[in-house]
């Protein structure tokens, strides 16, 4: 459906999109169609197939979600053990089977001291890193999440470690150009799209 009306570019995240058997099967299916493909994952669950796929079948990118750069962080933040050892194994693993990849984190007061750990570790292997600074709701409204949103200071802390303040001016007024007249302008389901895994696995289950 996507590919008759013109669609050029999937973006499958999650939830975390390596979870379901499923996957490769559509990925494969994209790949076929010539879409441009990319993903959005924490990278914990890679396998030896996956690394198999993308190295055949490589993404646009691979981008990488961060939860921190210790197994402690990783623990704390997502109640998993070695978590940190696994994603950056993972992480070189797909870097050095030369597929498309970048890192990237929401910074917050769990991760927040392990910023420069992060860009290093990014720096070292040569991987694009980008820091998110702004946390936001819930879907449901629930302001539950902003309870970790960094404060100002640590805010003008994270532009000195990241030296990106121009970028983020630059991206600010990109930004505010989308606007015209009181509305959005807005590109998806015409040129990109984005399907969470649960709807797009509802789906899948109706037509295979």
């Known amino acids: 459906i996507l590919k008759r009306k013109g669609c050029l570019s999937i ?3 999650g939830g975390e999109v390596l ?7 559509i990925y494969e299916y994209a790949y076929l169609l010539n879409f441009r493909i990319s993903l959005i994952t924490n990278l914990s669950l890679l396998s030896e197939n996956h690394l198999k796929l993308f190295s055949q079948k490589k993404p646009d990118c691979i981008t990488v979600s ?3 750069s210790s197994n402690e962080t990783y623990e704390k933040f997502c109640g998993v053990k070695n978590g940190w ?33 992060m860009k290093n570790f990014a720096e070292l292997h040569t991987i694009p890193f980008f820091a998110f600074r702004n946390i936001t709701c819930e879907v ?13 200071q640590q805010e003008l802390e994270s532009f000195k470690i990241m030296n990106d303040g121009e970028e983020f001016l630059q991206a600010t007024q990109k930004y505010a150009d989308m606007w015209s007249e009181g509305y959005k302008r807005c590109f998806a389901g015409l040129t990109n799209c984005y399907i969470d895994c649960k709807t797009f696995f509802s789906f899948l289950g109706t037509v295979i």
């Open 11 to 13: 973006t499958f995240s």
């Open 19 to 25: 979870s379901s058997k499923k996957f490769p099967y």
């Open 66 to 68: 961060l939860y921190g």
């Open 85 to 117: 050892d696994r994603v950056s194994k993972n992480i070189i693993d797909i870097k050095q089977n030369a597929i498309p990849i970048k890192l990237q984190t929401v910074l917050n007061t769990i991760n927040f001291h392990e910023l420069l750990q």
């Open 140 to 152: 449901t409204g629930s302001a539950r999440p902003l309870q970790f949103q960094i404060t100002p």
